[in-house]
């Protein structure tokens, strides 16, 4: 079940510990991490989780006896969290938010040294890590990511072979017309579904941007902009690309009654033909297909319909960081959870991600895209002084790019709900970032 072990990385993990311990010792929150007299971890740890179905599959109990049997004297405890990015942002207004924690979307960079440890130079880390600078500021790292991801779209192969769609849509207008395609030949399959109700599935299109434009620098010039929704930007035409399936009665028609777990089987079983996801969801969407008795191969992967050149691009980069808690007692154990979880569990390979080391695999997962030629984009750092600039202006400008609601209201203008058209919504996001450009001084 598990990869061979890898040793090395926790050779070095007492000398590790000792460094956290004493940053514990001065730290704002919390007392001195427990540790034996010979320096290694002892106590309580409590890990927040958004792997709810790891949870209760048994998988984390496994981790668990795995990791004791390199840290006897740690006694771990699991929480995991249905609504983890509200719950944990909640939970964030106490000191009371776990020792180690995945972090969150709204969390800013100038923010992480309020709510998290440092883990070391960004610079040190990388030598071992990849995909940190997204959760870095000013040249220390505050997470590393559990497994690296990819963005594209989850399909049902069988729904659309059936509905004659057997080569990759290249353009968005190709796109809808495969998924008009899909609703001709069968009308009870939902050709999209967006996951409304939930919510943050629908922050899964925002990881689309700088693909649109081939352009890894794209995220640091959206925050010298005053209007990104502008015909021929990466927004422009991913939210483009939202309303017209919306509009077109592509996607579910009763969006606030979607269910996440359920759609898992309704993809799996093709009530459902495809569905907007980090590479991280494939491996889910096939253990679901597996479930359903139609097999993992029902499952495949599509990059977001638009080229370059003649080349499919697909942004790449971490999904969740681990964090330790500054607030947290154990510091020194919440170290040496993360170091192994990352080095020694297998969670990447057996999730079918990308790992977050150097020299880790490249997933079967992702064979659908090997063959594509997709070119993977990793995008460019903010550079120094500026790493909290393009948060800040989301935040202020209340624009939430990261967040479901302005994709939701977009949602609800399309399919008829609200009155607004594409354009006014465009106009108004503009005049918002603009706005929020202003107060920040971007």
């Known amino acids: 079940m598990f990869p061979h072990a890898r040793r ?10 000792s460094t956290v311990a004493l940053t514990a010792a001065c730290s704002g929150g919390g007392e001195s991490a427990e540790t034996n007299e010979d320096g290694t971890p002892s106590g309580d740890l409590l890990v927040l989780t958004w792997r709810t179905d790891l949870l209760e599959d048994g998988t984390f109990d496994e981790y668990a006896e795995r990791f004791n049997e390199e840290y006897p004297d740690v006694t771990v405890e699991f929480e995991g969290l249905t609504d983890y990015e509200g719950e944990v ?58 497994v690296g991801n990819t963005q594209g779209i989850v ?23 495969a998924l008009k395609a899909i609703k001709a030949n069968d009308p009870e399959v939902v050709p999209l579904y967006t996951n409304y109700k939930d919510g943050w599935p629908l922050t899964q299109w925002e990881g689309h941007r700088g693909e649109i434009t081939a352009n ?3 995220v640091n010039e959206m ?31 009763d969006p606030t009654t979607t269910n ?8 799996a079983n093709g009530k459902i033909g495809s569905m907007v996801l980090g590479s991280w969801a494939i491996q889910q969407m096939q253990q679901a297909a597996e479930d359903a008795g ?3 191969d029902t499952i495949g992967y599509l990059p977001f319909p638009h080229q370059v050149d003649g080349k499919f691009y697909a942004q790449v980069g971490g999904d969740y960081n ?73 935040s202020e400008s209340e624009v939430g790019t990261n967040t479901p609601d302005y994709r939701q209201r977009i949602v609800d203008a399309a399919r008829g709900a609200s009155g607004e058209t594409k354009d006014e919504i465009f106009e108004d996001l503009n005049s918002k970032w603009a706005a929020g450009r202003a107060a920040v001084g971007g």
Do not use: C
Request: aromatic share 12%; glycine share 8%; net charge negative.
């Open 155 to 177: 399909y049902n192969t069988t729904v659309w072979e059936e509905a004659g769609v057997t080569e990759p849509p290249t353009t968005p207008a190709e796109f809808v017309d």
């Open 294 to 296: 139609t097999g993992a």
């Open 223 to 253: 925050a010298q902009s005053d209007a990104p929704w502008t015909e021929g930007t990466d927004h422009y035409v991913i939210d483009s690309l939202l309303w017209d399936v919306v509009n077109q009665g592509l996607t579910e028609k």
């Open 322 to 394: 681990l964090a330790i808690n500054k607030n947290s007692d154990n510091k020194v154990a919440a170290r040496a959870w993360i170091d192994w979880f990352n080095t020694e569990s297998g969670y990447a390979e057996a999730n079918g991600g990308l790992s977050p080391l150097k020299e880790g695999p490249t997933p079967e997962t992702l064979k659908d895209f090997e063959a594509l030629g997709v070119e993977y984009l990793e995008l460019t750092p903010a550079p120094a002084g500026k790493e909290s600039l393009f948060a800040d202006i989301d």
């Open 8 to 17: 090395t990385r926790l050779l070095a993990v007492a000398a590790i510990a």
């Open 216 to 218: 890894p620098n794209y």
């Open 89 to 146: 942002r909640t939970r964030m207004n106490t000191e009371d938010y776990g020792d180690v924690l995945g972090v969150v979307g709204t969390v800013t960079p100038d923010q992480f040294p309020d709510f998290f440890e440092p883990l070391g130079d960004v610079e040190e880390l990388e030598q071992e890590y990849r995909f940190l600078r997204d959760k870095a500021f000013e040249g220390k790292a505050y997470g590393i990511p559990v």
């Open 260 to 267: 996440w777990e359920e759609s898992k089987s309704l993809l």
